[in-house]
């Protein structure tokens, strides 16, 4: 039914706001009832206690019946009331009315005991109704003890049609329903305000989402509440920031990843052309051809990484933890970089805390970390240069550090190395392997260890690479 938030919020507070005002209403229409009552009947007992000493003085033969009925007439001159004065036994002796013909009827009439007994008894009683079909529109009536001489003689009761309360009744309960509805009218003005703010951001949202599935991530929703829509429109921009930036580059990457590819190609494509056509010379064919193959052994390096980078950061591959000492595997690791090494000249000092360094990790991966690492502290290193290498423990982590004494990283670039394809010297590292895509393997890796990296470099002084592990417990002998 409520196919629009908008609608379903109007309608809904609208509802909730007229059951508010209607149960108000009644309320105070009662209060008033009641209230106005009360205060009717007030007043009728004053006056009831006003005209007992006039009905004293009467009885007693110290004033006529037309100087009472005149006092009746100037304390009753807008109660409208009519006033009866029964005796012990209920017969009513002096009656009091307006018109002069109703008053003769009451005289002379007898009350029900039941009617009068509680005033007998010294109480004031109050009623509505037509004081038992005596009256034909109903009436308020009052009854309140005739005292003569300080001892109760009979009862006065005081009848004021409920009518003239009505009037002034009806007066107060229509000012309390145009208030109401004056009310309501506001309401829906501010509620269609409210419920505008809180749709429209999400109308916009809702619209911009569709345009994202299409690709175009470039609209954001404008943000006007500092509360949750608020604060969903402001996440969802910062959403839409971040497709953008990925969607960014992603572009970039596959743009990168033809360039990196199709160079090699064109060289090897172009020492082969040179081969079969002869503009090679036969005696330097050999040179060309191997040119060639280590062109391709580079791309298919790449592509390895590649390949790396997109298994970890799919997450498809969950990590295969096991417990290893970090220091064999970077002997190892050395080993197998030893003919470079010593290419270089590079003097290597190793420095473990302890003999054996027990980390829980996945092993592959991490020996993947540390020759990236090798390789860059190599490839960045001076001819005759240091490299150091530290493991060492502190609490419940293990700690790595490769360390050269080679180029090092200019301030501004060190933040942008762990991205995909960034080399600081582009000419300087395409004579060797990689493609800047080392480090963000490496980074990617350690982050989905859970796990830190850091990097500390000074230009010209060298560059330093520490990163955790979990530290592990010596394994038992038989696992
Ligand atoms: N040990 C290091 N010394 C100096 N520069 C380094 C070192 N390690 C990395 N870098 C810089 O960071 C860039 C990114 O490294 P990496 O991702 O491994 O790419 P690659 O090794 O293919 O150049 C490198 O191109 C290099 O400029
Ligand atoms: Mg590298």
């Not at 009360?38 to 037309?66: D, F, V």
């Not at 036969?282 to 997109?310: M, N, P, T, V």
């Not at 609490?395 to 550090?401: E, L, N």
Request: proline content about 2%; some cysteine; aromatic content about 10%.
């Amino acid at each position: 039914m409520f196919r629009s938030l908008f609608i379903r919020l109007m309608v809904t507070y609208f509802i909730i706001i007229l059951i508010t005002l209607v149960i108000l209403g009644l309320l105070l229409s009662t209060f008033f009832m009641d209230y106005t009552f009360n205060m009717k009947a007030q007043e009728l007992i004053r006056e009831g206690k006003a005209l007992n000493p006039y009905i004293e003085m009467y009885s007693m033969g110290m004033l006529t019946q037309e100087m009472l009925y005149n006092y009746f007439t100037t304390i009753d001159r807008f109660l409208n009331t009519t006033v009866w004065v029964s005796d012990g036994l209920g017969y009513i002796w002096l009656a009091y009315s307006a018109s002069r013909e109703d008053q003769e009827k009451w005289e002379e009439q007898k009350l029900t005991e039941e009617e009068f007994i509680q005033v007998l008894k010294g109480n004031i009683i109050t009623k509505t109704g037509q004081f038992g079909g005596r009256f034909s529109t109903p009436v308020l009536t009052v009854g309140v003890p005739l005292r003569i001489r300080n001892r109760i003689r009979g009862a006065i009761f005081l009848h004021s049609p409920v009518q003239g309360i009505k009037s002034t009744l009806n007066d107060i309960y229509k000012n309390i329903w145009w208030a109401a509805f004056i009310s309501a009218g506001l309401s829906v003005l501010f509620l269609y305000w409210t419920s505008r703010r809180i749709s429209k951001p999400l109308i916009q949202m809702n619209e911009i989402s569709r345009e994202f599935a299409q690709g175009n991530f470039n609209r954001r929703v404008k943000v006007m509440t500092k509360d949750e829509t608020g604060q969903l429109a402001v996440n969802f921009n910062a959403m839409a920031d971040s497709l953008e930036k990925l969607e960014e580059m992603r572009r970039s990457f596959v743009a990168n990843v033809s360039h990196e590819l199709r160079s090699p190609l064109t060289s090897i494509m172009g020492y082969i052309q040179g081969v079969l056509d002869n503009t090679i010379k036969a005696d330097e064919r050999d040179k060309y051809l191997r040119i060639s193959l280590s062109e391709a052994q580079r791309l298919s390096k790449l592509i390895d990484e590649l390949l790396d980078l997109s298994q970890i950061e799919s997450g498809q591959f969950s990590l295969n933890m096991v417990v290893f000492d970090v220091n064999e595997q970077i002997r190892r690791s050395l080993i197998s970089q030893e003919e470079r090494i010593n290419q270089k000249n590079i003097d290597v000092e190793v420095n473990f805390e302890d003999e054996y360094c027990w980390v829980e990790a996945d092993m592959d991966r991490i020996q993947q970390v540390i020759l990236n690492l090798l390789d860059n502290a190599i490839k960045y290193n001076r001819e005759n240069g240091k490299l150091i290498i530290k493991t060492w423990k502190h609490r419940d982590k293990a700690y790595i550090k490769i360390q050269d004494k080679g180029v090092g990283i200019p301030k501004e670039d060190i933040v942008h190395i762990w991205e995909r394809f960034y080399q600081v010297d582009k000419s300087r590292s395409n004579k060797n392997t990689g493609r800047g895509l080392g480090l963000s393997i490496v980074k990617k890796i350690i982050e989905q260890h859970e796990q830190n990296i850091w990097v500390n470099s000074r230009l010209g002084e060298g560059t330093a690479f520490i990163f955790s592990l979990k530290s592990a417990k010596k394994p038992e002998k038989n696992r």
